[in-house]
């Protein structure tokens, strides 16, 4: 028995409501998250540059400790980017972006598609990519609470993050397309408010 069995649908706190539908569900791969949101191979370009210094300057056996530091470190963090790639479910409905996230406390953060603002997909080869959200309006979304599904650096306004998604460029696609039919859903309900703007979907360097 695992921490979700109590889930009525994989990835999702409860039963979806009358309407709603799920378009696609996804989760990071996880050597792609290792690299990509954990560094992996810049870390271990840096650890075999103390070897290489260690050796030059004689210290065998500081070379030996160094390289045996590194693969630990190394080892750790894609053991920890496997656990995190092993708990996590995007989940993109007609209505909602839903992230089930958590290795050690697994919580459910939801995203009305109304809320998003923009969306900048990065591709990271292989067909993987990560999609940055931009949300509107105030929130109380945090980055420690989102972190590593946070987009780096963004403190202030914290942008949710679907890592090492496989087939990010359909997934972006997707995700674009939702949120424009729920835009043309508020402009018809909503006809005397000011006109909402669908998210543009861009590519993303950072």
Not at 15 to 23: A, D, N, V
Not at 31 to 40: E, I, L, M, N, Q
Not at 104 to 132: M, S
Not at 144 to 159: C, D, E, G, I, N
Request: hydrophobic share 50%.
């Amino acid at each position: 028995m695992s921490e979700y069995d109590h889930e009525p649908i994989r990835g999702l706190p409860g039963h979806l409501p009358e309407g709603e539908e799920i378009l696609w569900q996804g989760a990071p791969e996880w050597r792609t998250f290792a690299r990509t949101a954990f560094h992996t191979r810049l870390i271990g370009v840096y650890f075999v540059l103390l070897v290489a210094l260690a050796v030059a300057s004689g210290s065998i056996g500081g070379a030996v400790a160094t390289g045996i530091a590194g693969m630990l470190g190394i080892g750790l963090l894609m053991l920890f980017a496997w656990a995190v790639a092993r708990t996590t479910v995007y989940t993109l409905t007609n209505r909602r972006v839903v992230l089930r996230i958590g290795v050690a406390l697994n919580k459910c953060v939801n995203l009305p598609l109304k809320q998003i603002g923009a969306a900048d997909l990065n591709l990271r080869g292989n067909g993987f990519g990560d999609i940055a959200l931009t949300l509107t309006g105030p929130h109380r979304i945090g980055y420690a609470m989102l972190w590593p599904h946070a987009r780096p650096w963004k403190f202030s306004r914290v942008q949710p993050m679907l890592r090492a998604v496989p087939e990010a460029e359909t997934v972006a696609a997707k995700l674009a397309r939702a949120t424009a039919s729920v835009v043309d859903i508020d402009r018809s309900v909503e006809s005397s408010a000011a006109p909402a703007q669908a998210p543009g979907m861009t590519e993303a360097v950072a």
